[in-house]
């Protein structure tokens, strides 16, 4: 259904320490259309749609549409001037009072840049011009008179504010073919001439400058990416070496047998999570690493390398998904989190329904957990904080 599509592909890791304007970085890994089979009527079909003057589109063809939109990092991002200045000239050029960068998203069309539109950045995609402009056959989408259009004469934006009267728009499609919205232009007259020849060529062109810059954002962004993964790969390197010294230390003080005699019950727990802690952290430099040398188990340095020269053994099991011990995970978990700092107690419970065992990535859901609970940790003043592990089927969810 749509709040499973919407989920699957906005549920995704986001990089925020990249510029403002180029917030919003999300790597999808939504490719398992089989969960879509049941969805036959939501946000992302058009309604009244011209069948003989639109192209077919399946729920496969938005689903990679929808993947590429994500892959540009643009959508909910602040406005940009390289972006207003086009739709400045636009609206001068055509002497159109609203002219718009808009991509066309899953429930909603998005106003990359609104000249004419005021503080108003996104509206429904089932009152969008520019989703049935994406479909359209015709490379300019044109709308003469709404009120003399079927598909647009009861459109709320048509019936109210801004009251489009006639509507021009080219698809903005990527190099890799995909139309992820439009540049329109937007008049509360009707238009009964359209546009000109010379007028559709100048609109086309203003689109490829938009395009064209999307594309150089893009570009910048990935750049910006893989020097950022770069620098943690290195970080990462680099952290190996003293990392190996406390952690051989501790498994030294954790052998010695006269220590652990003077030690009591909270001073041997404390000892664990430190070995937890220093095992976990050993891990996630290695994948860290493997990650940006690709499908690699050592890494070693070459030229433009990250530290001393050497090699790092790739240590702990294979990336992905693996089977998950849940007792063993929930007392990693009391481990590590009994020795944070807080000041309400901290509970975590697990219900009887949950397996022994799991299939999942248990570094990634390890991390998950205890971001969430030291954040709880760091912020919660008054009562008490509970983790609950559960079963719940697909058909209890609402």
């Not at 989920?7 to 917030?23: C, K």
């Not at 993947?67 to 159109?96: C, N, Q, V």
């Not at 489009?164 to 139309?179: E, N």
């Not at 070459?302 to 089977?323: D, H, L, N, P």
Request: net charge negative.
């Amino acid at each position: 259904d749509e709040p499973a599509l919407r989920s699957a592909l906005e549920h995704s890791p986001t990089i925020d320490a990249a510029p403002p304007e180029m917030r919003g970085r999300e790597l999808c890994a939504f490719t398992d259309l089989s969960t879509l089979s049941s969805a036959t009527c939501c946000d992302w079909e058009t309604p009244k749609l011209d069948l003989a003057t639109s192209r077919p589109h399946t729920m496969e063809d938005e689903v990679k549409r929808l993947m590429e939109l994500k892959e540009y990092a643009i959508l909910d991002t602040e406005h940009e001037e390289k972006f207003e200045r086009i739709t400045a000239l636009a609206s001068r050029i055509f002497d159109a009072p609203i002219c718009l960068v808009s991509l066309v998203d899953i429930g909603r069309q998005l106003f990359k840049s609104n000249r004419g539109l005021g503080d108003v950045r996104e509206t429904s995609r089932e009152l969008s011009f520019c989703a049935h402009a994406i479909l359209s056959q015709q490379d300019v989408f044109i709308v003469r008179d709404t009120l003399m259009d079927p598909r647009f004469v009861t459109n709320g934006l048509v019936t109210g504010p801004p009251g489009i009267r006639f509507y021009a728009g080219v698809p903005l499609v990527t190099p890799g073919g995909y139309k992820l919205g439009t540049f329109c232009i937007i008049d509360s007259a009707p238009r009964p001439a359209g546009l000109s020849l010379a007028d559709k060529q100048n609109l086309r062109e203003l689109t490829e400058m938009v395009v064209d810059t999307m594309v150089h954002r893009k570009k910048e962004m990935d750049r910006i990416m893989d020097e950022k993964t770069r620098l943690i790969a290195c970080a990462a390197h680099d952290l190996l070496s003293p990392l190996t010294g406390i952690r051989l230390n501790l498994g030294m003080l954790m052998e010695d047998e006269s220590l652990g005699r003077k030690m009591d019950k909270g001073q041997r727990e404390m000892m664990e999570a430190s070995v937890e802690c220093s095992d976990m952290i050993e891990r996630i430099c290695v994948k860290a690493i493997e990650s940006f040398r690709g499908d690699l188990t050592r890494v070693s340095d070459s030229g433009g390398g990250c530290g001393e020269s050497g090699s790092v053994e790739a240590v702990g099991e294979e990336e992905g998904k693996g089977i998950v011990n849940v007792e063993r995970l929930v007392a990693g978990v009391e481990r590590v989190i009994g020795t944070y700092p807080k000041e309400v107690p901290l509970f975590v419970e697990k219900a009887d329904n949950v397996p022994r065992s799991i299939v999942a990535d248990d570094l990634k859901l390890f991390r998950s957990i205890l971001n969430y609970l030291t954040n709880a940790c760091k912020h919660t003043r008054a009562g008490s904080i509970q983790l609950k592990i559960y079963v719940r089927r697909a058909a209890e969810s609402a």
